[in-house]
């Protein structure tokens, strides 16, 4: 007798529609739920490579900030070492000129040498 009330509550229930009701809300809040939970899987890892990529830029930026500081100041050195042998020497242009056309090659070959040191 019991196992008839049960039959026929679970029968009714499916009559009824609320159950159907039920169950269809039960099922989409579970895809609601998995939804959310992919969304925020993708969010973070939309995120991860977000900060990622701002991690590069910075490296990148920093790196390349490094070498026009580091180009500028040997030249700016060579440019000061010329013009103080223009005035031991009294030849006004050409110190300068001579700073300049060895500051460049020089700054660049210590960027090569750091390259070759670091890079590899």
Do not use: T
């Amino acid at each position: 007798m019991n196992d008839n009330k049960k039959n026929k509550i679970a029968v009714d229930d499916k009559i009824d529609g609320n159950s159907f009701v039920k169950e269809k809300f039960q099922v989409s809040r579970f895809f609601r739920e998995k939804m959310r939970e992919r969304r925020d899987d993708d969010n973070a890892s939309e995120r991860k490579k977000k900060l990622a990529a701002i991690r590069r830029a910075l490296w990148a930026a920093s790196f390349f900030l490094g070498l026009g500081v580091y180009l500028s100041s040997v030249v700016a050195v060579c440019i000061i070492i010329g013009m103080k042998c223009d005035e031991i020497f009294s030849s006004s242009p050409c110190g300068v000129v001579a700073g300049i056309f060895l500051g460049f090659p020089v700054a660049i070959y210590g960027i090569y040498a750091d390259y070759q040191k670091y890079g590899k």
